[in-house]
Structures are given as C-alpha cells and as structure tokens.
C-alpha cells in the first residue's frame, strides 16, 4: 500500500496544483526537486501543469504503483537484484541513444523504462519486507 501511495505521488500534484492554489502543492514539488532535473523538455503535462517529475522518473514512480498492486512475479532479493541490473541496462539504452541524439526523446520509451525499473525495485523492497518479517528471531526477541 505504501507503494502504491509513494507511486501515485508525483501524479496527482499537478491535479491538486491546479485545483488548489499552486501554494498549497509546493512542499510536494519541492519533495520531488532533489529526485528528478525536470527539464520541461522531458517532463509531463497533466491538465496542462508540468509534473515535478521528468517522464522517465514518472515511469519509476508508476513502476511503484504496479509492484504495490501487482506483486508478481514474486522474486527473492537476489533474484530482484538481477532483474533489477538487467532492467538498469536497458534504461541505459535508453537514456544513451536518446542523449547521444541517436534518436529523438520519446516520452513513451522513457516512460516504459522506468515503469520497468520502477516495478522491479519495487518488487525488491517487498522481497526484502517479506524476508526480514520471516526471520525467526524478530519472532523470538525480547525486550
């Protein structure tokens, strides 16, 4: 649940920014500046505000949602490690043809990578929620 709300973050500031006073929502802006450049150029539009996350930072936060909603595959730490390198690789890829200027920015691309990085990162901290509740001695230990 806790990723899903953290995931869901960066989506719904633009909304409040633009039903409320853009005041209200600046602490949330401000939350996400140290996280993301947010060049506009490769940032979002929602109801015509920018996010205060670029699309490939979006994607990680979205991948955060999907991992909270649907935990499968059901990794093991180490397995979430490996995946978490391949999926590190390909949104290197990514991040290299575009800025080498090999290929135009492509907000869907930037998106998918980091839905994919986002998803597995997320399925390694549930992993690593699930391995450290299922150790005995936290069952076993005394004040």
């Known amino acids: 649940m806790l990723l899903c709300l953290v995931g869901v973050a960066p989506f719904l500031a633009p909304l409040a920014r633009r039903a409320t006073s853009p005041e209200a929502t600046e602490l949330l802006y401000l939350l996400f500046k140290p996280v993301c450049h947010t060049k506009p150029e490769r940032t979002l539009a ?9 699309s490939r930072c979006a994607g990680i936060f979205a991948g955060f949602v999907t991992a909270g909603i649907f935990p499968r595959p059901r990794f093991g730490v180490r397995a979430c490690l490996g995946y978490g390198f391949v999926a590190s690789v390909i949104m290197l890829v990514d991040v ?9 920015l492509f907000h869907p691309a930037r998106l998918l990578t980091g839905v994919l990085w986002g998803h597995v990162f997320g399925l390694g901290i549930l992993a690593l929620a699930r391995e450290h509740l299922a150790r005995p001695e936290r069952l076993t230990s005394s004040a």
């Open 46 to 54: 929602l109801a015509g505000v920018l996010m205060p996350l670029c």
């Open 96 to 104: 290299v043809t575009q800025d080498l200027g090999l290929r135009p």
